[in-house]
């Protein structure tokens, strides 16, 4: 019998210590198709190279990373994160790009026992009456980065704007952060449908407006368009201001076009923190070009994740949100910390678009407008 006993003891030993060891399972869900796919591909290239600067290990135990293409369609995105969850067991998914994906995702992720950090997409609903204890966005609030514009607006005594966003979540929640902070006059307003590139209709409703500026929210291929039929249209002597429309994904093909437009931002390459100018010089030679804050994004993501599992593995699921709650991980922002709803506590900077010594398009500090702020939707959410 007690050879029996010890026989049984150490195979649970054995099997024990053999679960310890099962590699962390990462699904890494993005939109890596059409035109806004270089946005993913920039969150994707920020994971791996943070996965790289990890040595393959997360939490000191072996990683596997599942990247998966959402296409950018919330039915598609849904599927393929119940398959992530349900089919390949993954601990984490990492994802998404868009607002209208992530509210497709939250509970295919979630109720099947998977905890999301978003690198990027940040709705209104989820920093409030949604925000759930198995979201973290590493990100920001859809609002804030309009949020810079408007105040920066506000300082110069700007009177009057024209706005300008694709019609869904994260364009509706753009404007009206914008609005919440801006003290102007709005002169007009215009959504459009997401995905479209001829602005030629809308350009010349803004022409006839003649507004004293412009705020535009555009990601990817739409800024691109938007930005070069700008001066195209004869508006160069308006002052268009955006958001995700003039960054490190857009610029190299915006180039000229986009010289010393303004944009908000929680990041910019040229950022002095801790890590930061390693980790461009790192994705510089690994990805041949300049990383955007999608890259920044999912880059803290994985590195969030590794201090999460580090402190608690992965098995005790209040300790694991615990941890990740702590955020002690050195974020390529500096000072992080999250709000009770899981959403960052970060500065903000007002960044310009600018060609640097090297030839390379990208944006560039010009001064912090916030600091430490949380988003306004944090007193809805019931987690405390």
């Keep these: 019998m007690r050879l029996l006993a010890l026989s049984t003891a150490l195979t649970l030993s054995f099997v024990s210590g053999a679960l310890a060891e099962d590699p962390v399972k990462i699904g890494v869900l993005l939109t890596l198709s059409g035109p806004p796919a ?3 591909e920039h969150a994707r290239d920020g994971v791996l190279l943070a996965e790289k600067a990890l040595g393959g290990k997360i939490g000191g135990r072996e990683a596997e990373i599942i990247v998966v293409d959402d296409e950018g369609k919330p039915d598609i995105a849904a599927q393929k994160a119940r398959e992530l969850v349900e089919g390949q067991g993954v601990d984490f998914v990492i994802g998404p790009i868009f607002s209208n994906i992530m509210t497709a995702i939250a509970a295919p992720v979630t109720q099947g026992g998977a905890i999301l950090v978003s690198p990027n997409a940040g709705p209104s609903n989820f920093a409030g009456k949604d925000c759930n204890a198995d979201i973290f966005v590493v990100s920001y ?25 694709p019609n869904y979540q994260a364009g509706q929640d753009s404007l009206n952060g914008f609005k919440a902070v801006y003290k102007g006059d709005v002169a007009g307003e215009l959504f459009v449908p997401l995905g479209q590139l001829d602005f030629s209709a809308e350009l010349a409703q803004i022409a006839a407006s003649q507004p004293a500026a412009v705020y535009a929210f555009m990601p990817g291929g739409m800024g691109v368009n938007l930005v070069k039929q700008w001066g195209q249209a004869g508006l160069s002597s308006i002052p268009l201001m955006s958001a995700f429309t003039v960054d490190e994904t857009t610029l190299p093909a915006e180039q000229d076009a986009a010289l010393d437009m303004l944009t908000g931002s929680n990041w910019a390459p040229d950022l002095d923190t801790p890590g930061n100018a390693d980790f461009v010089a790192s994705f510089k030679q690994d990805y041949g070009r300049v990383p955007s804050l999608y890259a920044m ?8 994740i590794d201090s999460a599992v580090k402190a608690a593995g992965t098995e005790d699921r209040e300790a694991l949100r615990a941890a990740l709650k702590a955020a002690d991980f050195p974020s390529l922002r500096g000072e992080f910390a999250f709000s009770t709803n899981n959403f960052p506590v970060q500065d903000f900077y007002l960044t310009k678009a600018i060609k640097d010594d090297e030839g390379n398009y990208r944006t560039s500090v010009v001064e912090k407008v916030f600091t430490a702020a949380a988003d306004s939707y944090v007193g809805e959410c019931p987690m405390k």
């Design 297 to 304: 994004g999912g880059y803290d993501s994985l590195m969030l």
């Design 38 to 40: 270089v946005l993913g």
């Design 141 to 165: 609030q859809n609002d804030q980065m309009p949020q810079v514009l408007a105040e920066h607006m506000n300082k110069q005594g700007i009177a009057n704007v024209y706005l300008l966003a």
